[in-house]
T-cell receptor, first 112, second 116 residues
């Protein structure tokens, strides 16, 4: 079974705190993605990475950064969390060829 | 402009009824891919189907079927004889060849509730 593991299902942080969300995949896929999901807005792409140490901005990168030091691990970083970053964060990786994405269970972040 | 529109925000049906979830997309690419994903209450999105723009054949998989019509830019999803386990949020998505298919544009989702 394809596995995408996100480090935390639920997180509560305070405004201004630094937040790390980690994602690990076990399929040796090159492409990995971070989305956020908000009611009425669907999923929006924050960043993606197509190789180790490579990253590309998605549609809403402001306030976020990412790290891809190893192929299997893709981290999303909120340098200084704000209340408007309260959301569900979804990590995914993509199967080459078919293009389908495999998602993790999501990390629900609340920023107080 | 929205690239993928799912006009139905929420649908409720009684078990065993058929239900169709609508998806309309917008793209200038001639090569593109369309997807449907299911998000059950557990939260993990599950891949259901992928179609490329050159394959307009409808597809059936058990109780699920998909109707792809380029003329109307639609990729609708029908569940036949719905079951309670079909209750979930369903997302339609589009990726375009000119982006290297690196970005999936998702619709806002349709929440389906199947009432026993």
């Amino acid at each position: 079974d394809v596995k995408v593991t996100q480090s935390s299902r639920y997180l509560v942080k305070r405004t201004g705190e630094k937040v790390f969300l980690e994602c690990v995949q076990d399929m040796d896929h090159e492409n990995m993605f971070w989305y956020r999901q908000d009611p009425g807005l669907g999923l929006r792409l924050i960043y993606f990475s197509y190789d180790v140490k490579m990253k590309e901005k998605g549609d809403i990168p402001e306030g976020y950064s990412v790290s891809r030091e190893k192929k299997e691990r893709f981290s999303l970083i909120l340098e200084s969390a704000s209340t408007n970053q309260t959301s569900m964060y979804l990590c995914a990786h993509r199967r080459e060829g078919t293009g389908e994405l495999f998602f993790g269970e999501g990390s629900r972040l609340t920023v107080l | 402009a929205q690239k993928v529109t799912q006009a139905q925000t929420e649908i409720s049906v009684v078990e065993k009824e058929d239900v169709t979830l609508d998806c309309v997309y917008e793209t200038r690419d001639t090569t593109y891919y369309l997807f449907w994903y299911k998000q059950p209450p557990s939260g993990e999105l599950v891949f259901l189907i992928r179609r490329n723009s050159f394959d307009e054949q409808n597809e059936i998989s058990g109780r699920y079927s998909w109707n792809f019509q380029k003329s109307t830019s639609s990729f609708n999803f029908t569940i036949t004889a719905s079951q309670v386990v079909d209750s979930a949020v369903y997302f339609c998505a589009l990726s375009e060849a000119h982006t290297g298919a690196n970005n999936l544009f998702f619709g806002t989702g349709t929440r389906l509730t199947v009432i026993p």
